[in-house]
């Protein structure tokens, strides 16, 4: 195979300028200027070696290519359409035990709203049970006594109880269940020619993203979990089989410098990364109509940095596991189920008890979710970006270099 | 065959366990995982930081603030005075809510007509914003209510009374800690079994393996035993920290749920089982598991509900080992689950092991062909 056949674009521009060099020595000027041409021609031409086998090796396995594309383009459909935080047509009970009209107006309320999908059932028993087996997420009581307290004036009592095992969702069925009751006093009012005055009513305006969709929420921070799978996971599997196999000491001895296999090793991945990076923001922007407000280039460069932390986790645990077995499993526990958990990606990381906030800020993936939040739904807010690329820039230098040492100390013993 | 069946399962274990890196990451992380996830996890809100933005200069307004101020939920960040301020705050997220009470808040109550506040919330975090705005609306409510008894007008004819079974205080970590259970094991499992085949494969030792007297059913057996083994006692002490440290209470049978975990990681080996089976290298059972793994977690109900999910995704769910075992485990430690809904959670689990580990076996000689 030729160097034109070269399948990476990027090794491609490296690739032609060293075959220059190599080709025409005789096309360079003076002596001293030929023998550094000729280093460096010759590094250019161990590097381009490198990277090309590094690409090739990726191209022929089909599962790298798997966790690249077919992963992210995976998840994002499931986070795009499957998954949401939003509770609609939510299974209730309602149980009336004396059907006056104003029992059976609030029970009409429940009906009307879309956020229920209720059902009546005969007494409190009944719907005990249904709550019991899981076939209703909470049921609503009206007793007996509805209506004639409401005539009294003593204040009757909607009993609404909820499934508490899912505490988010139980929290949610009681917000629509007070919104339902809310629009159910004011009719109450209207229709009874005296409108009930609430003294302060509430206007909610929600910032960049007005319809609260969690899908804008979930689907930028998605990113920061493919990234870690290709720059963590992937490389650091990849680089542990070398060390399983000898390849990696064989590599060693070779005339190729440390600092030339790391760069061998990075410059695949990197594009790998960078390349679903590109697809799953198109995916987003394009399918799944995810604002991107912030700046286009800022995602690039934010991206590229928090690529390159990533590369330099997989690539110190490869090192420091030497084996697929434990690198798979190390990746997973301190790059993937964080990135997932622990970066903001789903939980809010100011509510997380101090302890855990302090481990947070660890995680490279913490860092680049922040950005990708604010890039795509609130713009490019400098305040945020600028900290968030130095904490990545920092976490990258150090992993890499940790990486460099450990590399050298190891061959050492 | 059972001295044969013994011997295999000594030596997958030994594989397993003559590696000191190996047996360190099988043992310590699983434990960290759960005590920093345990407290990571989940979807309560607190310490919102908040900007009040009070133009009015009225007794209400203050005793609105107040209220705020008393809350344990809302923690007030700074005082503003114009609304250009508000970007300076929300965007760089130094606070998620500013509470704005225009001029005339005072004057508009105390005539007895309706005053409005507005709530400008950071929307960046889609859930934690409606949970905010569920906060404020209660502090809301609270003052309204206090403000009708105080100042003589009529009572609502009705209010919501609200309480949870199972969890009266609502506490997400009740919910999430018993799932990490099901993930924990699920992510441990997988990894041990895509990689038993897989290694083999790529030594070459699996196809001596197959060469020699055992039975398939006998190869089986010898690889699924160390890594139900594991997953047992790794759910174990993961249940334990759930009950002891985090003080999640145990309000079903415990026979339940070991027969639910039981299930759970015997579906997990079948499907690793096959991934490694299929797979040439171990670099591909590992990324095989992983492409399995990643949508079980999303597609279980671990975080986000099937209930909200559209329903072919809900169809899809029902492939799902996890989301059985999620029901049992949830079900085992908050309400004392009935064995009939017990019943309709195992029976599938016990289907999804049954074809998977056939599956496995039938691959492990018909991958060579």
Redesign the interface.
Known sequence: MTGSETPSAIAGNAAGSARNGQDNPNDRGDTAVVRTGIAGSRRILRLRGLIRKETLQILRDPSSISIAFVLPAVLLILFGYGVSLDAEHVPVAIVVESPSNDAVSFALSIANSHYFSPRLSRNRHEARAALRRGDVQAFVVLREDFSRRIKQGSGAAIQVTTNGTDANTARIINGYLDGVWQVWLKHFGLARGQPIVAPVDVEHRVWFNADVRSRNFLVPGLIAIIMTLIGALLTAMVIAREWERGTMEALMVTPVGINEILIGKLVPYFALGMGSMLLSTALAVWVFGVPLRGSFLVLLLVSAIFMLAALGLGLLISTVARSQFVAGQVAIIVAFLPAFILSGFVFDITSMPSIVQAITHIVPARYFVSSLQTLFLAGTVWRIIFYDLLALGIMAIVLIGLTRRMTKKSLGQ | MWDRVRALIIKEFRAIWK?K??RV??IG??II?LL??G???????????TVILNEDRGLPAAQ?VARFKGSPTFNIVGHIGTTKEIAQY????YA?LVIHIRDGFSRE?GA????????????????????I??Y??RV??T??LH??RT?G????????????????N???Q??FVPGIVALLTL??TM?LTA?SVA?EREAGTFEQLLVTPFRRIEILIGKATPALLIGLAEGTVIIAVAYFWFAVPFRGSLVILYSGLFLFLLAATGVGLMLSSI?R????A???A??FV??AI??SGF???I????WP?QLLTLLNPMRYFL?IV??AF??GL?L??ALQQLWPMAVIALVCLVSAAWLFRHRMA
């Open positions: 590696d890196r190996s990451v099988i992380p699983p995982q920093v996830f407290y990571a996890a989940s979807f309560d809100v607190n310490h919102v930081a609105l929300i965007d760089p997220r998620s109550i007895g007509r309706t005053a409005k506040v507005q709530m400008i919330v950071d929307g960046r975090e889609s859930n934690t914003a409606q949970i705005l569920g404020a609306g809301v409510r003052f309204n403000w009708a100042h007008l009529k009572d609502p004819p009705a209010t919501v009374v609200a309480r949870a079974w199972f969890n009266p609502l506490k997400s009740w919910f992510v441990v990894v990689l290694r797979s290298t171990q670099q591909q590992i990324l095989g992983f492409l990643v949508p999303i597609l975080a986000t509900p209930a909200n999910m559209p995704v029901v949830r079900g908050l309400e009935p009939s809904t």
